[in-house]
């Protein structure tokens, strides 16, 4: 056998504790297949499956050197058959889920299909690395017309019976690729050995049917894999008809569980404030073709244009006169309020909701270079900011998943079982000092050579500002919904809305209003 550790069973692990939420996911409101345990892909009838029995446990590697361990789902309702293992690395609370499936169709070929064959990707045997047992990493040889989902871990170098798995026929499949490293023998990622990764579907946004299966790829060489990969994701045929989704009640009942505490810096001199008091407190629409002579926008945005491409036409500004315009631009934290995106993701099988927040102004940037700050005059600065958090929930049960936390122009998914929580289930989220990036955490964060003490400062800490997201929301759009959304005129205003080449363009505008955060 490999280099084992016999006390391996008495070390504590992070993976050796389950997440949960801390509060019980609450009972939603009634109404269609939204959180009802099981969704249907339009022949293919799926569940998930958050409880495992471990498989193998390795030591060492992987994120953190922490190693990894590998699992199989239990708790299988009757009729619904395995698509693949689980993984995760150990340095993280086990927190994960992967689907099953059960085959509802009435085609003569069914949707799934056992594997004609396994093929041994890697095994441990021979691998000087701690671990409680050699393991083995196993692909499914899948039948014409038919592909695999996942691979299988065994302990024992005999092939795992057809029987243990299915596969999936093409048709209910989508093309997958590579995201994130879960675990590799090494420290790093090794582009000639050993690795696994996440999988996700390869197309993602809301017109998108990939569903995410929670499985993994596992394989030795080149990590810059040419795609497709041997192994898909799952396809909702059904997915246009967005049964599995929320209703307008069982929304306002996720906003209100999981919605977000976000603090402003207890020194931010530029807060955030509602559109409304933003148009009502002197904002000026500038047209191009007439720039000397601006207009006040109406407090409902009517006189926006509406519609049409960023051309440069049209911009806003923050009003004429000194005093008006320096208070302005500070902001009012008071009236804020969360404008929420109601997308499908995966097919279907989550929602997210994407709560965005608007800035009158972003204020200067200030560089660490070591142990010295360096204000940096105007850069950073510019006239209205946009920024949001996004909750991704499962449509299984409700719960919540990750939350994506913008920062300037990208952001960070994160873990529902590594962000701080406050009264119950909802999120803390950070704004920074003056530039207004969002983070699960307090502290300083480092855009530059963090390692080394240099870059331009993200300062977040909590204080007596503090908006609730769950107060004062609107929902201001989500396509599925139809009829019983009405957007507001300000939505589809799609030219800046600050002066000169640093000024924003509105949620409309952002690449992940209608794809995937990243």
Same mark, same amino acid.
């Given at each position: 056998?490999?280099?084992?550790?016999?006390?391996?069973?008495?070390?504590?692990?992070? @993976?050796?504790?389950?997440?949960?939420?801390?509060?019980?996911?609450?009972?939603?409101?009634?109404?269609?297949?939204?959180?009802?345990?099981?969704?249907?892909?339009?022949?293919?009838?799926?569940?998930?499956?958050?409880?495992?029995?471990?498989?193998?446990?390795?030591?060492?590697?992987?994120?953190?050197?922490?190693?990894?361990?590998?699992?199989?789902?239990?708790?299988?309702?009757?009729?619904?058959?395995?698509?693949?293992?689980?993984?995760?690395?150990?340095?993280?609370?086990?927190?994960?889920?992967?689907?099953?499936?059960?085959?509802?169709?009435?085609?003569?070929?069914?949707?799934?299909?056992?594997?004609?064959?396994?093929?041994?990707?890697?095994?441990?045997?021979?691998?000087?690395?701690?671990?409680?047992?050699?393991?083995?990493?196993?692909?499914?040889?899948?039948?014409?017309?038919?592909?695999? /989902?996942?691979?299988?871990?065994?302990?024992?170098?005999?092939?795992?019976?057809?029987?243990?798995?299915?596969?999936?026929?093409?048709?209910?499949?989508?093309?997958?690729?590579?995201? &994130?490293? @879960?675990?590799?023998?090494?420290?790093?990622?090794?582009?000639?050995?050993?690795?696994?990764?996440?999988?996700?579907?390869?197309?993602?946004?809301?017109?998108?049917?990939?569903?995410?299966?929670?499985?993994?790829?596992?394989?030795?060489?080149?990590?810059?894999?040419?795609?497709?990969?041997?192994?898909?994701?799952?396809?909702?045929?059904?997915?246009?008809?967005?049964?599995?989704?929320?209703?307008?009640?069982?929304?306002?009942?996720?906003?209100?569980?999981?919605?977000?505490?976000?603090?402003?810096?207890?020194?931010?001199?530029?807060?955030?404030?509602? @559109?409304?008091?933003?148009?009502?407190?002197?904002? /000026?629409?500038?047209?191009?073709?007439?720039?000397?002579?601006?207009?006040?926008?109406?407090?409902?945005?009517?006189?926006?244009?509406?519609?049409?491409?960023?051309?440069?036409?049209?911009?806003?500004?923050?009003?004429?006169?000194?005093?008006?315009?320096?208070?302005?631009?500070?902001?009012?934290?008071?009236?804020?309020?969360?404008?929420?995106?109601?997308?499908?993701?995966?097919?279907?099988?989550?929602?997210?909701?994407?709560?965005?927040?608007?800035?009158?102004?972003?204020?200067?940037?200030?560089?660490?270079?070591?142990?010295?700050?360096?204000?940096?005059?105007?850069?950073?600065?510019?006239?209205?900011?946009?920024?949001?958090?996004?909750?991704?929930?499962?449509?299984?049960?409700?719960?919540?998943?990750?939350?994506?936390?913008?920062?300037?122009?990208?952001?960070?998914?994160?873990?529902?079982?590594?962000?701080?929580?406050?009264?119950?289930?909802?999120?803390?989220?950070? &704004?920074?000092?003056?530039?207004?990036?969002?983070?699960?955490?307090?502290? /300083?964060?480092?855009?530059?050579?963090?390692?080394?003490?240099?870059?331009?400062?993200?300062?977040?800490?909590?204080?007596?500002?503090? @908006?609730?997201?769950?107060?004062?929301?609107?929902?201001?759009?989500?396509?599925?919904?139809?009829?019983?959304?009405?957007?507001?005129?300000? /939505?589809?205003?799609?030219?800046?809305?600050?002066?000169?080449?640093?000024?924003?363009?509105?949620?409309?505008?952002?690449?992940?209003?209608?794809?995937?955060?990243?």
């Amino acid at each position: 056998m490999g280099n084992q550790t016999s006390s391996i069973n008495k070390e504590t692990l992070p @993976i050796d504790t389950t997440f949960n939420l801390p509060s019980n996911i609450p009972v939603w409101p009634q109404g269609g297949e939204f959180a009802s345990g099981i969704i249907d892909l339009g022949g293919l009838k799926v569940t998930q499956i958050s409880t495992f029995n471990k498989v193998w446990t390795t030591l060492q590697g992987g994120p953190d050197n922490a190693g990894a361990t590998f699992f199989e789902p239990n708790g299988v309702p009757e009729g619904f058959v395995m698509l693949g293992s689980y993984t995760q690395p150990n340095n993280k609370p086990l927190f994960g889920s992967v689907l099953v499936a059960k085959d509802d169709s009435s085609t003569e070929n069914g949707v799934l299909k056992k594997p004609v064959d396994y093929t041994l990707i890697w095994s441990s045997k021979s691998q000087k690395i701690k671990q409680d047992n050699d393991g083995y990493v196993w692909l499914p040889t899948s039948p014409d017309g038919y592909k695999a /989902l996942g691979h299988i871990v065994t302990t024992i170098p005999e092939k795992p019976s057809v029987d243990k798995i299915r596969c999936v026929r093409s048709d209910f499949t989508d093309q997958c690729e590579t995201y &994130s490293w @879960i675990w590799g023998p090494g420290k790093k990622i090794d582009d000639k050995g050993f690795n696994v990764f996440d999988v996700r579907p390869s197309n993602r946004g809301i017109q998108a049917p990939g569903v995410l299966v929670g499985t993994f790829f596992a394989q030795v060489g080149d990590t810059k894999t040419a795609t497709p990969l041997p192994i898909a994701c799952l396809k909702n045929i059904n997915f246009l008809n967005f049964s599995s989704m929320p209703n307008l009640t069982q929304i306002e009942s996720l906003i209100k569980a999981y919605s977000p505490f976000m603090y402003l810096h207890p020194n931010e001199k530029y807060q955030c404030s509602s @559109i409304n008091w933003y148009f009502t407190n002197g904002a /000026l629409l500038y047209r191009k073709e007439e720039k000397s002579n601006p207009v006040p926008i109406d407090p409902t945005g009517s006189n926006l244009p509406q519609g049409g491409t960023n051309d440069g036409a049209y911009w806003l500004d923050l009003p004429l006169d000194k005093t008006n315009k320096e208070r302005v631009k500070k902001g009012d934290f008071k009236t804020t309020q969360a404008y929420i995106h109601v997308k499908p993701m995966f097919g279907g099988t989550f929602t997210d909701l994407a709560m965005w927040v608007f800035y009158p102004f972003n204020g200067p940037a200030k560089a660490k270079v070591l142990l010295i700050n360096i204000p940096l005059g105007m850069i950073g600065d510019h006239i209205g900011d946009w920024e949001h958090v996004t909750l991704r929930i499962s449509n299984f049960d409700g719960g919540l998943k990750k939350v994506y936390f913008s920062e300037h122009s990208s952001g960070q998914w994160v873990n529902a079982s590594e962000v701080e929580f406050q009264s119950g289930n909802k999120v803390v989220a950070y &704004s920074s000092l003056n530039g207004h990036a969002l983070y699960p955490k307090a502290g /300083l964060v480092l855009q530059g050579v963090s390692e080394v003490g240099i870059g331009v400062r993200n300062d977040a800490s909590k204080s007596d500002m503090v @908006i609730d997201f769950g107060l004062g929301f609107e929902i201001v759009s989500g396509d599925y919904l139809g009829s019983e959304i009405i957007e507001p005129l300000w /939505l589809n205003y799609l030219r800046k809305w600050g002066p000169g080449k640093d000024g924003p363009t509105g949620p409309k505008l952002k690449r992940n209003w209608s794809e995937d955060e990243i």
